[in-house]
């Protein structure tokens, strides 16, 4: 076996087929960051012209920094991008801004100014939606296992839908509505069978899992009928029920249009054959979220424009050929709106590098000999709690020493976090400077959605605090926690 130490600089063996060397570390890739991140003349990151030593000072670390101007000018994108596509077919889109990737109750204000909707997935996203005061009509209630409760509630708000996901819950929200002589606004979710190409548990619409109402014919106990088809007769039976129209989400971090088109296709035959041999004209069809963003320089997620025609022209073929008029067509992107506009900051602890046997590449060693190459091990003061994205769904990140410049060699590195687990990971590969230190700040991007929304407080961490930076000034949204928010909880008894 051969130690060979001169890896810093090249390309490591230890490095994922996918990750290039950075031409240079300091620069920032495009498409990582929100709108407002630069290096400012002292090679310092900075938002709106904060550095971040500044946000470090005034707010600690670990902490999640968010743009809201990218927020506004994201939701007004996609906003735009869809509406723009369905004008002619559908007179426009409703997008619900997806709550459940980040919610609190400033970010319900900003979708509400920026004209989109809610979209919620428990009574506790429902409770910030009615403290910040978004009108229950423009609010969409989900969730495979609603408690009756959570039906209550959507009905005082009177939110504009909920969408139901199995023929028990249908049958439970009938009778709650009716026992309070009032209707309920329903959609009813649908599996069409489509597959999304992205990690299995976030896939969502194929038939092997929890959500939603099956569209292959022998799902139920009613020969012929898939339990879609039983949903939507029964619906028209039940007084308390106004049944809107269908729903499909296929996943999460799909970049690819053709399995929302597909989706697409799949619920228009179907509301076409509702409309055929039972009569009933469902106005509404709501295509889901699932929009990809970038995590790493590799990811190139398409245009919101570009998904939005796509599935423009299929709906539009699609009704054309069906000989129907369009549905209302609604969309709930989350991550796509909220994930590239915050980043998190860490501050670097202690550093390791280990030495890990690879097989000898070309010349670096005889033939069948195998060499030891380093990888570092970069700690920072959060992990896992604050991202178990990576735990979760092997998810790759990337990052960049951002309390200065380094024209230091780049090295494989591996960010982790401070739990006690060998899996706490926050950013599996990435080249760092060889000179990154302990007390360097380390800026992680595209951490927006899914992050702080999963964050937890294993080994009695803190959640860390949410920053909204707009127009130059920095103020919390959500604070961190504290210790005594940990201790509160515990009864002593
Ligand atoms: C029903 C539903 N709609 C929308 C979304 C938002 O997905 P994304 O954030 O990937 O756009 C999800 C995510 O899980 C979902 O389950």
């Known amino acids: 076996m051969t130690t060979n130490p001169s890896t810093t600089g090249a390309a490591s063996p230890l490095a994922p087929e996918w990750l290039q060397v950075p031409a240079d570390l300091n620069a920032l890739h495009e498409g ?3 709108g407002g991140v630069a290096r400012n003349k002292a090679g310092e990151l900075a938002i709106d012209g904060i550095t971040v030593s500044e946000l470090q000072r005034q707010f600690g670390t670990p902490l999640f920094v968010m743009s809201e101007n990218d927020f506004r000018a994201r939701a007004r994108a996609f906003s735009d991008a869809f509406n723009d596509a369905f004008a002619d077919i559908c007179g426009g889109v409703d997008v619900y801004y997806a709550g459940k990737s980040f919610l609190c109750t400033a970010v319900v204000r900003w979708v509400e100014e920026e004209g989109l909707r809610l979209d919620t997935a428990s009574g506790g996203e429902l409770a910030v939606a009615a403290r910040a005061g978004i009108p229950g009509p423009d609010v969409a209630l989900h969730g495979n296992n609603k408690s009756d409760g959570e039906i ?54 194929h038939e092997d899992q929890k959500f939603g109402l099956s569209m292959a014919g022998d799902s139920t106990d009613q ?9 939507v007769a029964a619906a028209s039976g039940y007084p308390g029920i106004e049944l809107l129209g269908l729903h499909c989400h296929i ?12 989706a697409a296709e799949k619920l228009l035959d179907f509301l076409a054959a509702m409309q055929t041999k039972y009569s009933i004209v469902l106005p509404e069809l709501d295509l889901g979220g699932g929009y990809g963003i970038a995590y790493t320089p590799v990811d190139t997620p398409r245009p919101a424009a570009e998904i939005a025609q796509a599935m423009a022209a299929v709906v539009r073929t699609k009704c054309a050929e069906l000989g129907i008029s369009s549905p209302r067509i609604s969309i709930e992107p989350g991550r796509a709106i909220v994930g590239s506009t915050t980043f ?39 992990g896992m709690s ?20 380094s024209e230091a060699a780049p090295q494989l590195s591996r960010v982790v976090g401070k739990h006690c687990e060998s899996g706490d990971i926050v950013v599996r590969d ?11 700040l380390l800026a992680v991007p595209g951490t927006g959605a899914y992050c702080w929304a999963l964050s937890s407080n294993y080994n009695y961490l803190a959640r860390p605090g949410v920053v909204a930076v707009r127009d130059g000034s920095a103020r919390l949204i959500v604070r961190g926690e504290t210790e005594e928010d940990l201790l509160n909880r515990d009864m002593g008894v």
Do not use: C
């Open 32 to 34: 990582l960051w929100a």
């Open 344 to 382: 998190t900051l860490y501050e670097v602890g202690t550093l390791k590098t280990v030495r890990v046997d690879a097989p000898a590449p070309g010349d670096a060693g005889a033939p069948g000999e195998s060499v030891t190459y380093p990888r570092r091990y970069v700690s920072v003061d959060g």
């Open 223 to 231: 020969a012929g009928l898939s339990a879609a088809e039983e949903a």
């Open 251 to 262: 996943g999460s971090q799909i970049f690819e249009p053709d399995g929302f088109a597909l």
């Open 430 to 440: 990435v080249y760092l400077p060889e000179d990154v230190a302990a007390g360097d």
């Open 386 to 405: 604050d991202n178990p994205r990576p735990v979760l769904y092997d998810a790759d990140y990337s990052a960049i020493l951002a309390s200065r410049t």
């Open 152 to 205: 209550h509630r959507a009905l005082d708000l009177k939110l504009g839908r909920i969408v139901v996901d199995s023929l028990a819950e249908l049958e439970r929200v009938a009778k709650i509505a009716d026992a309070r002589g009032e209707t309920a606004k329903v959609m009813l979710r649908l599996t069409p069978g489509v597959h999304a190409h992205t990690h299995e548990f976030i896939a969502t619409a």
